[in-house]
């Protein structure tokens, strides 16, 4: 292994345990909420469950229908893992459906599928035109612009009963773009993948705001002739509203 090789492994590390970091305080913060919020309840001696329960506490059992609204990006985020290629997602945009499809005592599983109206990604100036997606002399990027859905999404719910809910998720679906992403001759259908974690607060008994963060893979799972793919690290913001 070069040097060079061995600097590349470290920074990747580096960017794993950041992500990772990242998604361990986010369900941290949530679940030390959880427990202040039980813990000043004057209820919770007679129901097992905290007072506010008008607000969450059985919204996953009784409103299993989600419909909501997100975006996000990278925001200037390193990517979580190696390979990035300089390329970033600076934003997306998703139209949200979710079902919870069994909820129990401690979790619970929901289903989303989404459809993705736009979708961005930025590349070094000549990323998307110069052989093998070398960068242009000089500054400034490149964008290439799609829509697609993502078909396939699934949300695992802990301490669902409470008004904050953290959640890990994991999700799949094609995306097409304007110009073969990540490179020339590669292809301009492509799949997102991702997986990471977040929560959603409940501002009312079926209203939520929404706070995640996940680690993507985008590639053409060889269906184009070069298939370099590239990973992203993603903040996403929504609301949903439960029915």
Same mark, same amino acid.
């Given at each position: 292994?070069?040097?060079?090789?061995?600097?590349?492994?470290?920074?990747?590390? #580096?960017?794993?345990?950041?992500?990772?970091?990242?998604?361990?305080?986010?369900?941290?913060?949530?679940?030390?909420?959880?427990?202040?919020?039980?813990?000043?309840?004057?209820?919770?001696?007679?129901?097992?469950?905290?007072?506010?329960?008008?607000?969450?506490?059985?919204?996953?059992?009784?409103?299993?229908?989600?419909?909501?609204?997100?975006?996000?990006?990278?925001?200037?985020?390193?990517?979580?893992?190696?390979?990035?290629?300089?390329?970033?997602?600076?934003?997306?945009?998703?139209?949200?459906?979710?079902?919870?499809?069994?909820?129990?005592?401690?979790?619970?599983?929901?289903?989303?599928?989404?459809?993705?109206?736009?979708?961005?990604?930025?590349?070094?100036?000549?990323?998307?035109?110069?052989?093998?997606?070398?960068?242009?002399?000089?500054?400034?990027?490149?964008?290439?612009?799609?829509?697609?859905?993502?078909?396939?999404?699934?949300?695992?719910?802990?301490?669902? #009963?409470?008004?904050?809910?953290?959640?890990?998720?994991?999700?799949?679906?094609?995306?097409?773009?304007?110009? #073969?992403?990540?490179?020339?001759?590669?292809?301009?259908?492509?799949?997102?993948?991702?997986?990471?974690?977040?929560?959603?607060? $409940?501002?009312?008994?079926?209203?939520?705001?929404?706070?995640?963060?996940?680690?993507?893979?985008?590639?053409?799972?060889?269906?184009?002739?070069?298939?370099?793919?590239?990973?992203?690290?993603? $903040?996403?913001?929504? $609301?949903?509203?439960?029915?």
């Amino acid at each position: 292994m070069t040097i060079l090789d061995s600097s590349h492994a470290r920074a990747s590390l #580096q960017r794993v345990l950041i992500s990772s970091g990242v998604m361990a305080i986010t369900l941290v913060i949530a679940i030390k909420c959880n427990a202040q919020a039980t813990a000043v309840s004057p209820s919770v001696a007679s129901t097992g469950r905290p007072a506010g329960g008008a607000l969450s506490e059985d919204t996953l059992t009784k409103s299993k229908n989600e419909f909501g609204l997100w975006a996000g990006g990278s925001l200037g985020l390193p990517s979580a893992l190696g390979g990035s290629r300089d390329l970033k997602i600076p934003f997306i945009l998703g139209l949200r459906y979710g079902r919870v499809l069994l909820a129990s005592e401690y979790a619970a599983l929901e289903y989303t599928i989404d459809l993705v109206p736009v979708a961005v990604v930025s590349a070094p100036h000549g990323g998307f035109s110069n052989p093998g997606g070398a960068a242009s002399p000089g500054a400034g990027r490149d964008y290439a612009y799609g829509i697609g859905a993502i078909p396939v999404g699934f949300k695992l719910f802990v301490a669902h #009963q409470h008004r904050v809910k953290p959640y890990l998720t994991v999700s799949s679906g094609p995306l097409y773009f304007n110009k #073969q992403v990540p490179v020339p001759d590669s292809a301009k259908f492509n799949f997102l993948s991702t997986a990471g974690g977040g929560v959603q607060i $409940f501002v009312s008994s079926r209203r939520a705001l929404t706070v995640e963060y996940v680690v993507g893979h985008l590639s053409n799972a060889g269906v184009g002739n070069l298939n370099p793919g590239f990973n992203s690290s993603t $903040f996403h913001f929504g $609301f949903s509203v439960f029915r």
